[in-house]
Structure formats: C-alpha cells, structure tokens
C-alpha cells in the first residue's frame, strides 16, 4: 500500500497524502487540518474534556496513526487544557519517512518541534512526546488486543467502502471491550451499515454534524450503565 503515495494540498492549505491503489485521501481534500479538528479534536477529545472536567490523565486509542496529523493536534489539545495523555496508534502500514517529510503540519499549526517528535517517534515502543506518552504499534486491526480500555477511541481506517473488513461487526465488539463507561468513539463516517455495527456492539451512536464538504459523521458512546 506504500508504494503509490502522493502528497498533496487540500482545501484549508495542509497536507494530505493520496494512496493511489486504493484512490483515496488519508484526509478530507475539503480541508485535513480542519476535518481532523472536527472529527477527533472537537467531537472527541474536548467532549470528553467538558463532560469530565475533573480528568488530569486520558487514554486515547487510534486507529491509523498515518500522518499522525490527530496526534499532533491531540497533544497540542491536551497542552492547553492541561491534560496528560498516553496516546496509543495502531497502523498495518506506516508511512516511510520521506513521505513524513513533505507534510506541512508543522508549519501550518505553529507546532515545528512538536510534529518532528512524533514523526521521529519509534515504532513497538513507547515514546515520551512533550509531557505525555506516544505508543505506536505496527499492526493489523483485526489483531488489536490491550489490557487498558482507552477514554477515546479515534476511528480513522480508511472508508468502509473501500476496507469493509475494519468496519465490522467484529472490529467494534472488540473496540466496545477495550472502551472505558462513558467512553467515545469518533469517526468521520455516516455509512447506515457502520452505525448499525456500532449499535450491537452496545454504543449508543449519534449523527452528529460533519466537517467541511460532509454533512454529517458519527459519535459512539459506550454509555456508563
Ligand atoms: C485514513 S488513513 C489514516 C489517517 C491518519 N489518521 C492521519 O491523520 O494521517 C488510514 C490508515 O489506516 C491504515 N491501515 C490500513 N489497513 C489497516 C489495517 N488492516 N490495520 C491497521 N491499519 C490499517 C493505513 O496505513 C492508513 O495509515
């Protein structure tokens, strides 16, 4: 799947890379930067910080590290609202480094420093980022176990439509188990057939409004019974 990568611009000036065998954006081309910010920073992560001000610490599971364009944002989030985060990425196929290389996050977000610590990060081991935890993990989905359950879950594969296998029934049982009560999963999906998944796996799921170019996406809550 490394093979056939392109870097290009989207709409809001940041990086996105085309995967040419698959013929699709890691990102919306409508804008990566502030699909990103959507998705996982405004519908994930700060929900979760409003409905659980107390939290100091938080576990946050992705899935498909790529660019790792929602971690940068995610550790720049948890600066401002003085949060620790370990941040755990599962990705079958990381990016080799001279695609990291052309990516404009760094400069696009003020955060230079930061993006080189995560694009240097090594692969199967923890990595101290800033005053947080990265772990990334070279991994197929379907193989994903852990003995933590994660307070967010980022859903990031590619579309269903193109890799159904990530999006079944099966996928979300074993996210479901690996969430905390009152956990959230994100994803810009708004596929009827995911959010039927998510709910017999036990989420409770919203449509929710979705970034630029898409009307809606979905947020799952493993409600707190
Ligand atoms: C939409 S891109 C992720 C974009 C990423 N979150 C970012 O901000 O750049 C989907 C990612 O899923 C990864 N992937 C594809 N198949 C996978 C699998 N079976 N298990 C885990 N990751 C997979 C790809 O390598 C790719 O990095």
Redesign the pocket.
């Known amino acids: 799947?490394q093979n056939k990568l392109r870097v290009l611009s989207s709409e809001d000036g940041s990086s996105t890379?085309m995967?040419e065998d698959l013929q699709?954006t890691?990102?919306s081309v409508h804008g990566?930067v502030q699909e990103?910010l959507h998705v996982f920073i405004k519908a994930g992560l700060q929900k979760f910080l409003s409905l659980h001000p107390q939290r100091k610490q938080i576990r946050i599971l992705?899935?498909?590290?790529?660019?790792?364009?929602?971690a940068l944002l995610s550790f720049r989030e948890a600066q401002t609202a003085k949060v620790s985060l370990w941040y755990h990425a599962?990705?079958?196929?990381?990016?080799p480094p001279e695609i990291l290389a052309k990516l404009n996050y760094g400069e696009v977000l003020s955060c230079e420093a930061l993006y080189s610590e995560i694009k240097e990060a090594a692969w199967n081991r923890i990595n101290p980022v800033a005053a947080h935890q990265l772990f990334l993990e070279k991994?197929?989905?379907?193989e994903f176990r852990s003995s933590y359950q994660y307070d967010l879950i980022?859903f990031?594969?590619?579309s269903p439509d193109k890799?159904p296998a990530?999006w079944s029934p099966a996928v979300f049982d074993n996210l479901f188990a690996h969430t905390v009560p009152a956990g959230i999963l994100t994803t810009y999906s708004a596929k009827g057939q995911v959010r039927r998944n998510m709910q017999a796996a036990g989420f409770r799921v919203e449509r929710i409004a979705g970034p630029p170019g898409k009307r809606e996406m979905l947020r799952a809550t493993k409600v707190d019974v």
């Open positions: 799947m890379i995967c699709e890691y990102h990566a990103s992705e899935i498909g590290f790529g660019t790792g364009l929602n599962i990705d079958k196929y990381p990016l991994l197929d989905l379907s980022f990031d594969a590619f890799q990530l």
